[in-house]
């Protein structure tokens, strides 16, 4: 017996959010004689199937659509092209920020050190007063 507790430390989820899931009627996880959760292969794998899908930014509808639709290749196609198309875009986006934060790191870092030299020289310099 696999139970909600197993499976959410597995996937770093809480139960709260597998039993989401189960409510929106993602998944459906079989129960044991007791009516507790016993989740057996198929279920852990809609589960994880659903967080990919939700890692990158598919949202619920079109989750429940692509799992109701799981024969209907072209309309998987469809919808799963179109969220790549905005991971992609996303990535992209991410990519410009880290460029520009390499960027920033880079004249921040000359500065600093600049600044650093700056205060070294000016104690290197500065006059030494002898004790009377």
Same mark, same amino acid.
């Not at 770093?12 to 929106?24: C, M």
């Given at each position: ?21 189960? @409510? &929106?009627? +993602? ?5 044991n004689e007791r009516g507790? /959760? ?5 279920? !852990? ?38 969220? @790549? &198309?905005? +991971? ?6 991410l990519e410009e920020t /880290? ?5 920033? !790191? ?27």
């Open positions: 017996m696999i139970t909600i507790k197993e499976v959410s430390e597995k996937f770093g989820i809480t139960t709260h959010t597998i039993r989401f899931y189960e @409510k &929106e009627k +993602l998944v459906a996880i079989p129960r507790i /959760r016993d989740f057996d292969e198929h279920s !852990i794998t809609r589960v994880k199937t659903i967080l990919h899908y939700r890692n990158v930014g598919m949202s619920l509808e079109d989750i429940r659509q692509v799992l109701a639709h799981s024969n209907d290749h072209n309309f998987s196609l469809q919808v799963l092209a179109r969220t @790549k &198309e905005e +991971l992609d875009r996303k990535i992209m986006e /880290r460029s520009y934060l390499h960027r920033k !790191i880079a004249i921040h870092q000359e500065l600093a050190e600049k600044e650093t030299m700056d205060k070294q020289s000016s104690y290197d310099y500065s006059p030494v007063h002898k004790a009377e």
